[in-house]
């Protein structure tokens, strides 16, 4: 499928042709308006699309993707989920990211009706439509399970992108027929290249890799992925992963990694046994410099934390040696701000 056949799109429940979007000169003042501002965008002669990204691993900028990339990326999700054509799909998240972005061309590929919303912390709750399949963050996941289980329930499948979904929440859904899916990706990827079943039978440690990618890992043990029909690069990412049979395990960012007197430490190793006894607070591990240990690891969190230890699967160099009471700072997309002091 070529990016200039799709010219058209079904949003809440009416067709929009390329001709209506081009020809619409004032936009409504909401997300829908923002949709149809990226179908214009789309719908121009330009092959390529210009996407933000997030900025949760640096400076946000805006890089060009080809069209054609857009629609392979979104035939490989349609066919891994199995996404029929009746499917209606709800549009959640901010179309300014790829990950919006990318449900739009979903719909457009399958022929999905897709229904816009404006973006909120709890986009289920009072829904009365059927709803096959959406993208949210892991705020808004929990949020809809704590808010509207009933309505996360109808949903065939839900993935969930943009952060670490905590095992809490893992926890919570094992129950629910819904088959919830961590997604791995980013805005050079064009959106996700694997997937992590959370719940089910099929439950996983390993994000499995949608078959149209290929990956590997470098000196560093970081993830090198490659996918000729998206991207003509190999695309070496700041990822550690251990891999497995189809696919790997997240470890952490390398640029995180804190060098505590000579001895190598994983954040997100930590922040995950701390998780554990603290699943609704707001913190992380980062590090200050040190005379002694070049680097000592401290916690940063939002209210006090009174931990023990003993109780915590973690070794005694990982053990912060500070807490600072403090303010997190979050991106839009609700991912950590991490700061080193």
Same mark, same amino acid.
């Given at each position: 499928m070529e990016y200039n056949s799709l010219t058209h799109?079904?949003?809440?429940?009416?067709?929009?042709t390329k001709k209506d979007v081009l020809a619409q000169l004032d936009l409504p003042n909401n997300h829908l308006g923002e949709v149809l501002a990226?179908?214009?965008e789309w719908f121009s002669s330009s092959k390529e699309v210009v996407v933000q990204t997030s900025g949760s691993t640096g400076t946000p900028k805006q890089i060009p993707i080809p069209k054609q990339s857009f629609v392979e990326s979104a035939k490989n999700t349609c066919e891994y989920l199995s996404l029929e054509p009746e499917t209606n799909a709800l549009l959640c998240i901010p179309v300014k990211y790829i990950g919006g972005k990318m449900m739009v061309i979903r719909a457009m590929v399958g022929g999905y009706n897709l229904w816009v919303d404006d973006p909120?912390?709890?986009?289920?709750?009072?829904?009365?439509?059927?709803?096959?399949?959406?993208?949210?963050?892991?705020?808004?996941?929990?949020?809809?399970?704590?808010?509207?289980? $009933?309505?996360?329930e109808q949903i065939k499948h839900i993935l969930i992108g943009g952060g670490a979904v905590k095992q809490s929440f893992v926890n919570q859904i094992q129950s629910f027929s819904t088959q919830f899916?961590?997604?791995?990706?980013?805005?050079?990827?064009?959106?996700?290249?694997?997937?992590?079943?959370?719940?089910?039978?099929?439950?996983?440690?390993?994000?499995?890799?949608?078959?149209?990618?290929?990956?590997?890992?470098?000196?560093?043990?970081?993830?090198?992925i490659?996918?000729?029909?998206?991207?003509?690069?190999?695309?070496?990412?700041?990822?550690?992963?251990?891999?497995?049979?189809?696919g790997f395990e997240w470890l952490g960012r390398k640029d995180n990694v804190i060098n505590s007197g000579g001895v190598k430490v994983s954040p997100e190793r930590i922040e995950e046994q701390i998780a554990k006894l603290f699943?609704?607070?707001?913190?992380?591990?980062?590090?200050? $410099?040190?005379?002694?240990?070049?680097?000592?690891?401290?916690?940063?969190? $939002?209210?006090k934390m009174e931990i023990e230890w003993e109780k915590i699967a973690v070794e005694k160099y990982e053990i912060p040696k500070e807490q600072l009471v403090r303010k997190i700072e979050l991106t839009q997309t609700g991912k950590i701000k991490r700061e080193k002091f």
């Open positions: 799109i079904w949003i809440n429940e009416q067709k929009i990226f179908l214009k909120s912390s709890s986009p289920l709750k009072n829904n009365t439509r059927h709803i096959d399949f959406v993208a949210i963050t892991p705020m808004q996941a929990t949020n809809c399970l704590n808010d509207s289980p $009933q309505e996360v899916y961590s997604t791995y990706g980013m805005t050079e990827t064009v959106s996700h290249i694997a997937l992590k079943k959370l719940n089910g039978p099929e439950n996983s440690t390993l994000f499995e890799t949608l078959p149209a990618y290929s990956i590997h890992v470098n000196d560093d043990n970081c993830l090198v490659h996918c000729p029909t998206l991207f003509t690069q190999l695309i070496e990412t700041n990822d550690i992963v251990r891999l497995g049979k189809g699943p609704s607070t707001l913190f992380y591990i980062t590090s200050q $410099q040190d005379e002694q240990l070049g680097e000592k690891v401290i916690l940063v969190s $939002q209210e």
